[in-house]
């Protein structure tokens, strides 16, 4: 038998694991890999946030743009208690090169590390291959990890199109207000506007919201409150 034969009859290898989505409320996989700042493990970030992002290569157009735009938030990121990681299926020295080039030629330093997950462990792990997008290459997705190790949200994007990185900071501080007040974010909703409280499972609830004037009520189920910011 070949060695590739043997390869794809053998479940332990890389390349036979299923890939799973991990869904939001799941606990986050666990994972241990090089990285450009050494080795990385999701223990290293208890008791913080976590955006885990992967992208498709190093070295590519919308790749390169995304990292800039990440790194151009980091420092808000980092003052929300988020951490920022990155992976791809590329080495460590791919990593280091590509981070290198984007700092000679567009004067960024990228301060975050950058998973080298050439046996996509981390990649199948967290679902970011898609066989009928690439076989070898991660899409973009954005994997938001509570302080607690639990995934809060989910974003995927496609090869040809680049995230929007204020949108990923918006959610971390939609997700961070609601666990802080105990409400729900509406549409478009940014820091410091109304927020929105559940709708009421009681009459007395109905009938105590209905005789609270801190409320702005559109119907006995859809009320605001003024929000606190950030």
């Known amino acids: 038998m070949t060695s590739a034969a043997t390869s794809a009859v053998n479940p332990t290898t890389p390349e036979a694991e299923p890939t799973r989505l991990p869904l939001i ?4 996989p ?3 890999a090089e990285s450009t700042h050494g080795p990385v493990r999701l ?16 070295f590519t157009p919308v790749c390169t743009t995304e990292f800039v735009a990440f790194a151009g938030l980091a420092e808000e990121f980092a003052a929300r208690n988020v ?11 791919s990593h280091l090169a590509w981070a ?7 004067g960024v330093t990228i301060p975050f590390p950058i998973i080298a997950d050439l046996d996509t462990r981390v990649s199948r792990a967290y679902g970011m291959l898609h066989p009928n997008a690439s076989a070898t290459a991660a899409v973009r997705a954005v994997f938001v990890i509570d302080p607690e190790s639990v995934v809060r949200a989910i974003l995927y994007y496609p090869m040809n199109a680049g995230r929007m990185v ?13 666990d802080r007040d105990g409400v729900s974010c509406p549409a478009n909703w940014r820091p410091g506007d109304d927020v929105l409280l559940g709708a009421p499972k009681t009459q007395a609830e109905v009938e105590a ?5 801190r409320l702005t009520l559109v119907d006995w189920y859809l ?8």
């Open 25 to 28: 409320g799941d606990r986050a």
């Open 223 to 230: 009320a605001s409150i003024p929000g606190r910011g950030a």
């Open 83 to 93: 951490a920022l990681l990155g992976n791809s299926v590329d080495s460590v020295h």
């Open 30 to 32: 666990d994972f241990e």
């Open 100 to 106: 290198r080039a984007i700092e000679d030629r567009l």
């Open 209 to 213: 919201r209905l005789a609270d004037e």
């Open 166 to 178: 204020p949108e990923i900071l918006r959610l971390v501080d939609a997700l961070q207000t609601a």
């Open 43 to 58: 223990a290293d970030y208890a008791g913080r946030w976590l955006v885990l992002f992967s992208h498709p290569a190093d």
